[in-house]
């Protein structure tokens, strides 16, 4: 098509349409990372609801409606208000800005992370068709980003890593090694094997030992993911990548009164992040450690 051959032709007018994209897509996580989860409880509360129904005690238990809520509806508005959010607020990063962070209607601070979900989903993008170039690979590196981000932001709020987001990223993985993208499709299905089994073994232990439960089994899933896209070979350096920032992170919020010792702390946004560095510059990052090991 003539407006593809005009982006690759032109590296800043592709550069350009990726941040702006990358703000509207941004602006659309916002409302996954807020509005799924809900959906999510709204929709166990139902089945819930009809199970007890079932049960014979549907006095108990009335299924909530859920015919309302959804990631389009209802339209975006204030929470403190209910104004309704319109076209001309509601533009990435701009619209904050000229509104001071605030509700045109109310005067309600709006919170700071609407913007930086945004700022940081067009950084991102920006960074991933800065590295892959114009090719099949930055696309597919696209949509995983995005994809991790929302992953993310839900499970810093909720310490959940639906299903609905995790499962089609993890068969887009094993899909593309068909091709194969970034691992072939052997590297890729023992990565989806081994990713999932190594977490679920340390759940099984950690759990066997004390009694307790150390993690959810989303993280399972996550690392299962990253192992479709990028292969059994990078689970290693995916998992350092994230335990040692988050074990750090946990220290620091124990040392600082901000959070005990069975306080959980979501997991996922460290392996999301290591996932992402991963395959991105996973292979030099790789690369120096053997240079500086003298291995290489």
Same mark, same amino acid.
């Given at each position: 098509?003539?407006? &593809?051959?005009?982006?690759?032709?032109?590296?800043?007018?592709?550069?350009?349409?990726?941040?702006?994209? /990358?703000? #509207?897509?941004?602006?659309?996580?916002?409302?996954?990372?807020?509005?799924?989860?809900?959906?999510?409880?709204?929709?166990?509360?139902?089945?819930?609801?009809? *199970?007890?129904?079932?049960?014979?005690?549907?006095?108990?238990?009335?299924?909530?409606?859920?015919?309302? *809520?959804?990631?389009?509806?209802?339209?975006?508005?204030?929470?403190?208000?209910?104004?309704? #959010?319109?076209?001309?607020?509601?533009?990435?990063?701009?619209?904050?800005?000229?509104?001071?962070?605030?509700?045109?209607?109310?005067?309600?601070?709006?919170?700071?992370?609407?913007?930086?979900?945004?700022?940081?989903?067009? *950084?991102?993008?920006?960074?991933?068709?800065?590295?892959?170039?114009?090719?099949?690979?930055?696309?597919?590196?696209?949509?995983?980003?995005?994809?991790?981000?929302?992953?993310?932001? &839900?499970?810093?709020?909720?310490?959940?890593?639906?299903? +609905?987001?995790?499962?089609?990223?993890?068969?887009? /993985?094993? *899909?593309?090694?068909?091709?194969?993208?970034?691992?072939?499709?052997?590297?890729? &299905?023992?990565?989806?094997?081994?990713?999932?089994?190594?977490?679920?073994?340390?759940?099984?232990?950690?759990?066997?030992?004390?009694?307790?439960?150390?993690?959810?089994?989303?993280?399972?899933?996550?690392?299962?993911?990253?192992?479709?896209?990028?292969?059994?070979?990078?689970?290693?350096? &995916?998992?350092?990548?994230?335990?040692?920032?988050?074990?750090?992170?946990?220290?620091?919020?124990?040392?600082?009164?901000?959070?005990?010792?069975?306080?959980?702390?979501?997991?996922?946004?460290?392996?999301?992040?290591?996932?992402?560095?991963?395959?991105?510059?996973?292979?030099?990052?790789?690369?120096?450690?053997?240079?500086? +090991?003298?291995?290489?």
């Amino acid at each position: 098509m003539a407006w &593809i051959d005009l982006l690759t032709g032109s590296p800043p007018l592709l550069y350009t349409t990726t941040l702006l994209v /990358g703000l #509207i897509v941004g602006s659309f996580l916002n409302v996954v990372i807020l509005r799924l989860p809900r959906i999510m409880e709204a929709e166990w509360r139902r089945e819930c609801a009809e *199970l007890a129904a079932t049960d014979g005690d549907a006095d108990e238990m009335t299924a909530p409606d859920t015919s309302t *809520l959804s990631l389009s509806t209802p339209p975006s508005h204030c929470p403190a208000c209910g104004h309704r #959010i319109r076209p001309w607020e509601n533009i990435p990063l701009l619209s904050f800005l000229l509104l001071r962070g605030r509700c045109s209607a109310c005067g309600t601070a709006v919170s700071w992370r609407y913007p930086l979900v945004e700022a940081l989903t067009a *950084l991102l993008s920006l960074l991933v068709v800065w590295h892959f170039g114009p090719t099949a690979q930055a696309a597919a590196a696209l949509i995983l980003t995005w994809g991790l981000i929302a992953l993310a932001g &839900i499970d810093v709020d909720t310490q959940l890593l639906p299903d +609905s987001i995790t499962l089609p990223l993890l068969w887009l /993985g094993l *899909l593309l090694s068909l091709v194969p993208v970034f691992a072939d499709s052997s590297d890729a &299905i023992l990565g989806a094997v081994a990713g999932f089994l190594s977490l679920w073994l340390v759940f099984q232990a950690y759990r066997l030992l004390t009694g307790k439960e150390g993690m959810g089994h989303g993280d399972f899933k996550l690392l299962a993911l990253f192992g479709a896209w990028m292969g059994w070979q990078t689970l290693p350096q &995916i998992v350092l990548l994230s335990a040692l920032p988050g074990a750090v992170f946990g220290i620091a919020l124990i040392a600082t009164g901000r959070s005990g010792r069975e306080t959980p702390i979501p997991f996922g946004p460290f392996l999301a992040v290591s996932g992402w560095i991963n395959l991105v510059w996973g292979v030099d990052i790789a690369s120096a450690y053997l240079r500086w +090991s003298g291995v290489g």
